[in-house]
């Protein structure tokens, strides 16, 4: 094998070769030349990294002698000189200012060119920067690259989150050309694929959580809902009908019945639109047809309302950790001690089961949670990660629904205030009917008809294809 | 070096070329056409997610004109037509149906095929899928590639554990074809080698946590052992000696017993094939000769061991931290009162120092765990992964076990029932052996023979070559 | 796209080439020879790797015939004739040694040579091991390989830290060959450039957490430091006055003073060179002057402070949800009952505000935890990362700060003992000096300034430059 790559490595050195050096040698010319485009901002960062890096810098600009400050060791021409010293430009200009380099495509013919830049904001122009680029200048092999990572990246080097430098375009070599330099300035390079990724690249540096936004949308007003629902319920009531002043309660007690609520709820919603999706491919008999445009959505954002679930959950356990510390720490005025402490070991069952399922369902999301870390998700099998993202997953929803149904357990339906019934009834609503619909796909004959569903059967009112071998 | 890629760059473009497009151009052509042999539901979902992505599609079907629904804008022709119209054709047909394929070798001939098929099962043949298709159609460049993604997946693109498309192949240039359609689809292209790595991907989507499967069997075993020691010591015991019903305690006292148990345990074996090894090898007086089976394969799943017991000494912890607030909640039934509230220093040394050891072994433990998530531990060198998983590691062995001992204090050896110990001596035993084997290791004397082992030394009954270098 | 590889991968079939199988059938020779020079516990060790890999393993040796025992299978032959026997040949031998390999330079002409050495400690030779060698052959492809495994990894396969094959070298082709061997023995091989690479290459094993040192070395001082003090203020103090022995309280009362005050102390250290950097960039009226080293150094340790202060809250919050349970347990006299159990609503309001803040805090705190696992930053954008490590950073600071003050209360500075303050309250001076300093750089017309000057405007004092565009 090694034998074959060695005898392309031979090929490329030939007289007609236009290499800097003869690669039988092997050894790197100290000191490559590189060309930077423009003496803005980013130009001059990215200069001085390259310069610290060890390489030798030449800038391209319109006034070669009054261009403002430049890194020490860097020099400045004309932009057709600069481009011709060189085969590899970076271009640190606005998109607005691209036109002038049609001007010097006899320059730029077979170099290799580096699109840098990024836009204000998204979807301005039709076209990406780079393909716009590569359009005007043919001869060239544009490169996106570098720009997700932040200015103060291009100027220092990598950091936590600007370790990767992804690049896209259609020369194999010239992509590999600037993945020499990434790695030479310290970063990671990451290949894209071809020009056509160039408007993923561009928009990537834009994004704020677009996934996480729905997710984020329905946690907030959740909480609200709930959080003025438990406050009418418990300090309202308890002062108009008894005078009483609970308002202390709400930084702990009532937080605490606001995030168990909001988390079992959004554990459903993370659930529900799988069995949305089985019973709408029942009904319609086939999986080739594509999903309403809301169940798509709604599936793609499943990791983000589960993970923000977990950090409820989370937050509902500490919260509940925390109760007896107020009553041992002077404040027994927290704890109205009219209960009836007659031993009952049906209650204690209850309520220690109580706790049980509370903390094993805690304990299984965490599972959850942890596998669906990138690094973790990555190195599981597509069957593994279903095994626990789904079985796991409904064991995790059946658990936390149990818990509550016991927290409920005999005042069930009882203790109704000014006819609202206890806010936990409220987030019993959506996980039931879950796990009921679960259940009923979970049926043999519906399980069945589904699987094949799945397998690619379609159901067709001819009857003639519905027994098609699915491979053929 | 940038000019020097260029320059093979460069090279490409020349007359003789099949290119579809003048690389100097560089511009990719639109809508590039592929094949698809096969019309199943795989075929099927592949071909729509292709013609998503803007490429166009043909499929190669015996019956072309009666193949069954394909993807709207695809096109069926018969085989040998439509492996001419496209350089790269994905195979989505059962491995029995491969034999027709060598009817088409000529048309085949040096294109690209993409095996994505799978089978039932592991080691139902001898050879690879992609493999046995090289051999058929020895002219093309066989990829073994997308095989490891879910059909949905492959119909909708890439998901939570679906980023990642493995390919395998002995053309480099094949595989980068394959890599930039795996790229425009939304996937991360990963290079695995030459086309004898197919076997290994092939199995790869069949695999259900194979690794993890002795560790849970352990955990599973062991939890059902000791759980139904406490209960037979503590529950069974009560009812007939004192005709107490102690049996709610299982849920949460009980549980908050086995839970410490199983996990010190488990702990342990996570460290004791090391130390074993330690000892075979100076036993030996040479790491050379393999270690025996049942020891490599105890070794390979120590992590998987120790990331169980975290799991269980996770739920201790939170168990425990559950005890005071159903003493709050008004259930005072749980704890008899008739304890000595004596003032002593002593006593509230050691059970403050039995709370400390337990919340830093977990602390520890926790840190063990998070340095093997797999982003961390690839992102550690070598020596700083074996200083914590072993420095850090065997600290917290120390931890658990003396905040074990600190748990016992005087009552060791006194509390039986039934000629049974309490439970948490059983979990000591291991810990205990382990501690003393790891210290007997080192002892000046055995470490400085092991070390020498370990780089190489020899232990000759000759003694001649007892001293070579160990570089040479 | 692909039709145009193709192309280049049909060049490579002709005639002239040295390939030791046409690659038109691309099926690859089973067994290929590969050569290894050093017969020491490197040199076997890999031997045995390879042999068990499917290769075929010839040593090149001083004396072949006695050089001592090779894993079997392996042969033993001079230099000269192992390394004309294959293409690539694995240098298992000391950098002293290296010398002798000049006299082979007729054999290793275009041979590939992995230079696997690693030296004692860094910087014993200016020059790379790697470099050293590609200036001895010149004819060869040196390629930098394997170094960064452990003996056991070499030997035995992957294992956890051990997955990566970091590769540098000049020759792409080499470097593939190399990466073809890596794979096939089961790692993944991560391309790290140039062979100036080799150097980082090279100090990579011996480094020890070098990121680590100071923030553990701030952490570890300021532990001592606020244990001794509290120390004195609470257990020495009580024994000189009142003659009472509190020593007990070290194990968890006064770790759990000392937890928290560290964590907050390490947070503030986490931002404040932040804030430094930019009072530092408004008095500049620039930002492209370097730093002072020692700001460069705390901000390039930024993430490991916060880290080591994650820690530290994570300790403080077990160590506190277990003081109920030590009341629970039995151990009423770790509370003195002389507390005023009038219920007061404002007490209330300021002590669940107390618990809630720090709830938050922390779960704010672990979720920037959890976005600098490796993973999970390199998903992010830049824009995503800066978002929550800044906004969600201060937000965590302020509660955490808040969280504190609401601690002290009334009781600020009025409970000096031999005057000395309480120690929470010096936890609350560089908080405190962090949040007003944020707060300052807020302002709007600082904010103003500090963008401008970030996005790379400068303050000249001829005032002629100052309105350069940023990107010209």
Redesign the interface.
């Known amino acids: 094998?090694?034998?074959?790559?060695?005898?392309?490595?031979?090929k490329?050195v030939k007289p007609e070769?236009?290499?800097?050096?003869p690669?039988?040698?092997?050894?790197?010319?100290e000191q490559?030349l590189l060309c930077i485009f423009?003496?803005?901002?980013?130009?001059?960062?990215l200069g001085?990294r390259l310069l610290h890096s060890?390489y030798r810098v030449v800038y391209g600009?319109?006034r070669p002698h009054s261009?403002?400050?430049l890194?020490q060791g860097a020099q400045a021409m004309s932009h057709e000189a600069a481009a011709q010293s060189a085969?590899?430009v970076f271009l640190?200009?606005?998109r607005e200012?691209y036109d002038f380099l049609e001007t010097l495509a006899p320059q730029l013919q077979?170099?290799?060119l580096v699109d840098v830049s990024n836009n204000l904001k998204k979807n301005l122009y039709p076209e990406a920067n780079a393909e716009c680029l590569?359009?005007l200048i043919?001869?060239?092999?544009?490169v996106k690259a570098f720009n997700?990572?932040?200015?103060w990246?291009l100027q220092n080097g990598p950091?936590?989150?600007?370790?990767?430098v992804y690049l896209c375009?259609?020369?194999?070599?010239?992509k590999?050309?600037?993945?020499?330099?990434a790695?030479?300035l310290g970063f990671a390079a990451?290949?894209?694929?071809?020009?056509?990724?160039a408007k993923e690249l561009e928009d990537?540096?834009?994004?704020?959580?677009p996934e996480w936004r729905m997710p984020l949308y329905v946690a907030v007003g959740l909480t609200a809902f709930i959080f003025v629902y438990v406050v009418i319920r418990d300090v309202v009531y308890a002062y108009v009908e008894q005078g009483e002043?609970n308002?202390?309660?709400?930084?702990?007690?009532l937080?605490n019945k606001v995030f168990p609520i909001v988390s079992l709820i959004m554990l459903s919603l993370c659930y529900l639109p799988g069995v949305i999706a089985g019973f709408i491919q029942l009904y319609r008999g086939t999986k080739?047809r594509r999903f309403p445009d809301w169940l798509d959505r709604w599936m793609?954002c499943r990791?983000q309302l589960g993970l923000v679930a977990l950090?409820f959950a989370?937050?509902h356990?500490?919260?509940?950790?925390?109760?007896?510390?107020?009553?041992?720490?002077?404040?027994?005025?927290?704890?109205k001690?009219n209960?009836?402490?007659?031993?009952d070991?049906t209650?204690?069952?209850r309520?220690?089961?109580y706790?049980?399922m509370g903390?094993?369902g805690?304990?299984l999301f965490?599972?959850l949670g942890i596998t669906?870390?990138?690094?973790?998700?990555?190195?599981?099998?597509?069957?593994?990660?279903?095994?626990i993202?789904s079985k796991l997953g409904y064991l995790t929803v059946f658990f936390c629904t149990f818990h509550t149904y016991l927290y409920g357990w005999d005042k069930f339906l009882r203790t109704y205030k000014w006819y609202m019934p206890p806010a936990y009834m409220l987030s019993l609503v959506l996980p039931s009917v879950l796990i009921v619909l679960k259940l009923l796909l979970l049926l043999p004959c519906v399980d069945r008809s589904l699987t094949r569903i799945?397998?690619?059967w379609?159901r067709t009112d001819t009857q003639d294809?519905s027994e098609?071998?699915?491979?053929?």
Not at 23 to 29: E, F, H, N, S
Not at 38 to 45: K, N, Q
Not at 339 to 343: E, L, Q
């Open positions: 094998m090694s034998a074959d790559k060695l005898s392309s490595v031979s490329e070769s236009m290499s800097l050096y690669l039988g040698t092997a050894a790197a010319p490559e423009g003496t803005g901002d980013l130009g001059r960062s001085q060890g600009s319109r261009c403002g400050p890194p085969s590899l640190c200009i606005h200012h077979g170099k290799v590569q359009r043919p001869g060239a092999y544009v997700t990572l932040s200015a990246a950091s936590d989150a600007n370790r990767q375009g259609n020369g194999a070599e010239a590999q050309a600037v993945a020499e330099v790695t030479k990451l290949d894209r694929g071809s020009l056509s990724a990537f540096p834009l994004q704020l959580f002043d308002s202390f309660r709400i930084m702990v007690s937080a080739y793609l990791k950090g989370f937050l356990m500490v919260y509940t950790l925390i109760i007896p510390i107020r009553y041992v720490t002077g404040a027994p005025y927290y704890f001690n209960r009836t402490s007659v031993f070991t209650t204690a069952w309520s220690d089961s706790y049980s903390i094993l805690f304990g965490l599972l669906s870390l990138p690094s973790v998700s990555n190195a599981l099998s597509w069957r593994e990660f279903s095994f993202q799945r397998q690619g379609e294809g098609k071998p699915l491979l053929t």
